[in-house]
Nanobody, 120 residues
Framework: QVHLVESGGGLVQAGGSLRLSCAAS????????MGWYRQAPGKQRELVAS???????IYAGSVEGRFTISRANAWNTVYLQMNNLKPEDTAVYHC??????????????WGPGTQVTVSS
């Protein structure tokens, strides 16, 4: 089992920055990849970024160049640095963990989410 808890969300003006953190606990050695997803009201959950144990990363086209995913060496924390935020980035951001080394991370472990609101 892997337990995930996100933090760092909030209200920010367009053009601002936020850094999200995902604290992981439990069977960290079993994690092959982790990722960030977001869900806006009335929309489906979508991939934002994902990072594999071997360091490979992928990003959604809408955030490439603005967001950066990174992780602590022990896999106990994954970060999402978000710069130049836009109102369309407003959503609940969820952390995901996958026991398979694959991109994107689409495992069974999810955090409850953290709200990000970008005002225009």
């Amino acid at each position: 089992q892997v337990h995930l808890v996100e933090s760092g969300g909030g209200l920010v003006q367009a053009g601002g920055s936020l850094r999200l953190s995902c604290a992981a606990s439990g069977r960290l050695f079993s994690i092959g990849a982790m990722g960030w997803y977001r869900q806006a009201p009335g929309k489906q959950r979508e991939l934002v970024a994902s990072i594999a144990r071997d360091g490979r990363t992928i990003y959604a086209g809408s955030v490439e160049g603005r967001f950066t995913i990174s992780r602590a060496n022990a896999w106990n924390t994954v970060y999402l640095q978000m710069n130049n935020l836009k109102p369309e980035d407003t959503a609940v951001y969820h952390c995901n963990a996958d026991t398979i080394l694959q991109l994107p991370s689409i495992g069974d472990y999810w955090g409850p989410g953290t709200q990000v609101t970008v005002s225009s």
